[in-house]
């Protein structure tokens, strides 16, 4: 790759999203026209059993003329997803080992016991 090559992919702005193991990057860059795009980079951090870990990255490039219809569909996205949950964060869901509770049947399709407290009547 020559020198031209190597400016026409250098960044203009930058601003960096921090976000637990996850990183955003966006990035101003420019075409060999002279022109502007933008480049926004998922970075995730994965650890291995070992304690050595790798970086998983998904790039989209987005051009000017895409802009205004991505932000109005990244707006209404936005909105129906905090209309319909909530600003609040379900951390539980992010994890790994999170199992969704649901309420287990016997094989005759009622309900299991162990959906049910012991309960001594003894004590009444």
């Known amino acids: 790759m020559g020198q031209k090559d190597t400016m026409d992919q250098e960044e203009i702005y930058?601003?960096?999203?921090?976000?637990?193991?996850?990183?955003?990057?966006?990035?101003?860059?420019?075409?060999?026209?002279?022109?502007?795009?933008?480049?926004?980079?998922?970075?995730?951090?994965?650890?291995?059993?070992d304690g050595s870990f790798h970086y998983k990255k998904h790039k989209i490039y987005l051009y000017k003329e895409d802009f205004s219809a991505f932000r109005e569909i990244m707006e209404e996205m936005m909105d129906y997803i905090i209309d319909e949950k909530g600003t609040e964060v379900?951390?539980?869901?992010?994890?790994?080992?999170?199992?969704?509770?649901?309420?287990?049947?016997?094989?005759?399709?009622?309900?299991?016991?162990n959906n049910f407290t012991d309960v001594s009547f003894d004590d009444i």
């Open 14 to 49: 930058s601003k960096v999203l921090r976000a637990g193991r996850r990183t955003y990057f966006f990035d101003v860059r420019s075409t060999k026209a002279g022109d502007y795009y933008l480049t926004i980079t998922e970075s995730k951090k994965f650890t291995h059993d």
């Open 90 to 113: 379900i951390s539980e869901r992010h994890q790994k080992d999170f199992k969704k509770e649901e309420e287990s049947f016997s094989e005759n399709g009622s309900p299991s016991e």
